[in-house]
């Protein structure tokens, strides 16, 4: 999902996968990659939706080289959903960047 949707013309983009603590949370992660993103611009809503799945994506726009950084946060189902048997104990973080890409 997040090399295909950075994909383009300029370049493969750089995809990083992190097994994180099961007690981490968005704000953390969130704030954590936002702090070496110093003048970087955030990209919509970055809101914790309380979902499985929440994201962000901030964009360094230059003019010959824009660049866009996105991250993916993963948590465990809830205990007791279908498949929560099979989910390790962490929560991971998918990071990924691209030049060329400002969207």
């Known amino acids: 999902m997040v090399f ?7 370049g493969v983009p750089l995809v ?3 097994a994180m603590p099961p007690a981490t949370t968005w704000d953390q992660v969130r704030s954590g990659v ?3 993103l110093d003048g970087w611009n955030e990209v919509g809503d970055c ?3 309380g979902e499985r799945q929440v994201q962000c994506s901030w964009s360094e726009s230059t003019r ?6 996105r991250i993916v946060f993963l948590r465990p189902p ?5 498949g929560s048997h099979l989910w390790p104990d962490n929560t991971f ?4 960047s691209a030049r060329g890409a400002n969207r």
């Open 4 to 10: 295909n949707d950075l994909h383009n013309d300029r």
């Open 16 to 18: 990083q996968t992190y």
């Open 34 to 36: 936002a702090g070496q």
């Open 47 to 49: 809101t914790d939706t």
């Open 64 to 69: 010959w080289w824009p660049r866009l950084v």
């Open 78 to 82: 809830a205990p007791g959903v279908a």
């Open 93 to 96: 973080l998918v990071i990924g």
